[in-house]
């Protein structure tokens, strides 16, 4: 399948978006991003439970979009912290669609789940990483299961011990990695917890391969692992039903071949049509982040120098400080040109040349790396490509900058800011 480059199309909502917001500013194409949830939603259509990561994009506005009506939209939350979790609440997600994760869980964290169930809005899950956190969580449950509070519902998130076709960076499924438990670990997590009927109710496995999967083949290991430890210990641990098989759909430079996530569920079809019945898992969740916001993100930046080292070299007034992807592991970013010598540009390919393209920072890895581009002047307007996944959410304020403002550009041309300039991580 050949990808449509929407670039072309809004360009001109970019140009004005920053003309009304000023730059750095991150812009969200809203038919994009509904475009995306709803290709997820075909290929992993209910009742597989969709749920948003939202450590891939925390603005409020943007979870709101993707968990609120629509669709293809709706989808749950995945969360892994409090911060998150308070995020995914201010969009308007209920505890019954928010799962809890991450390798953070502090007693604070486990106490707030607890105390969530005895009020009545018990998450959907909470995904254990190992052994100490489910005995502390079991203490937690047992104590308010005598207070009339109902079983608290679990994964254990499997380090599924295979080499992802990813940036080492972003390989958390490799055995040596800090993330899940092993499998030799997890009858000794359920144990901690309180036992198989204990205060803890063991619903299934968490998996995570990786992320920007470049291939299917360690996602098939890591989920026919994970589907082999579902049939082994749904035999002997009532209501083990739940296999939530993570995120990782990749995103790449538009234009280079990537696995879709019909791709991936196609793979998934074929590994549990291949298990006997009473085997399969019974319910499916998927939690991707990157995919569902990437590509529909523009981070809009303006050029403040323009000089000559080596050929062209423009430096941007964004940087590490709004995405610090290239600088964190050397993840490559398309920029194009929006504007080109204070002119509105045609985006034609005459007259493009290799140009060094910087960030702000005092940091000398602050670098988008070479890119071609047309003649450049202090003022020109250039689109970030792919910047709506891992930018806002990762940004700092380093060197006293304020975080970007974020807009929504509508499919009818509408713009609306949904996070002013320098506003909190947490807040609009
Ligand atoms: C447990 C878990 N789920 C989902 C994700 C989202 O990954 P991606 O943005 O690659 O889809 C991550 C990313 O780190 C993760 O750790």
């Known amino acids: 399948m050949i990808e449509t480059d929407r670039l072309p199309e809004i360009a001109g909502g970019l140009r004005r978006a920053a003309q009304r917001f000023g730059t750095p500013l991150n812009v969200t194409a809203a038919a994009e991003l509904d475009r995306l949830a709803g290709e997820l939603a075909e290929a992993f259509p209910d009742p597989i439970l969709r749920l948003f990561s939202i450590k891939a994009n925390d603005v409020p506005g943007i979870v709101g979009r993707l968990t609120g009506p629509g669709p293809g939209l709706g989808l749950g939350a995945s969360v892994v912290s409090r911060g998150e979790w308070a995020v995914a609440r201010l969009a308007g997600v209920p505890n019954r669609r928010i799962a809890l994760e991450g390798i953070g869980k502090t007693d604070a964290d486990l106490r707030a789940v607890v105390r969530a169930a005895e009020r009545g809005e018990p998450l959907l899950w909470t995904a254990l990483e190992s052994a100490d956190e489910a005995a502390v969580l079991g203490r937690l449950a047992a104590r308010a299961l005598g207070r009339g509070a109902p079983r608290l519902d679990v994964l254990l998130r499997l380090n599924p011990a295979v080499d992802p076709e990813t940036l080492p960076g972003l390989a958390v499924g490799v055995a040596t990695s800090k993330f899940g438990l092993a499998s030799d670990e997890l009858a000794a997590a359920i144990e901690a917890g309180g036992g198989p009927s204990g205060p803890l109710r063991w619903r299934g496995i968490h998996l995570h391969v990786g992320s920007q999967l470049g291939a299917i083949d360690a996602w098939r290991d890591g989920v026919r692992r994970a589907l082999a430890v579902v049939g082994l210990l749904g035999g002997s641990t009532t209501g083990f039903d739940t296999l939530d098989l993570g995120g990782g759909f990749p995103v790449f430079e538009v234009g280079t071949p990537a696995p879709r996530p019909a791709r991936f569920a196609q793979e998934l079809a074929e590994l549990i049509g291949a298990l006997p019945a009473d085997r399969r898992p019974t319910r499916l969740a998927v939690e991707p982040g990157r995919w569902l916001v990437a590509r529909a993100g523009y981070l809009v930046a303006r050029v403040l120098h323009a000089r000559h080292r080596n050929g062209p070299m423009v430096v941007l007034d964004a940087g590490m400080t709004e995405l610090i992807r290239p600088a964190l592991y050397g993840a490559r970013h398309g920029v194009v040109a929006l504007t080109s010598g204070l002119r509105p540009w045609a985006g034609t390919s005459s007259g493009l040349e290799s140009t060094a393209v910087e960030g702000p920072i005092c940091e000398a890895t602050d670098s988008w790396g070479r890119h071609l581009l047309p003649p450049l002047v202090r003022g020109d ?30 499919a009818d041309g509408g713009l609306a800011l949904v996070r002013r300039r320098g506003a909190g991580a947490t807040i609009r």
């Not at 970030?384 to 550009?409: C, E, F, H, K, V």
Request: glycine share 10%; charged share 15%; net charge positive.
């Open 381 to 410: 307007l250039v689109a970030i490509r792919d910047a709506g996944a891992y930018g806002a959410s990762l940004s700092s304020t380093y060197n006293g900058r304020p975080r970007a403002a974020q807009a929504i550009l509508e």
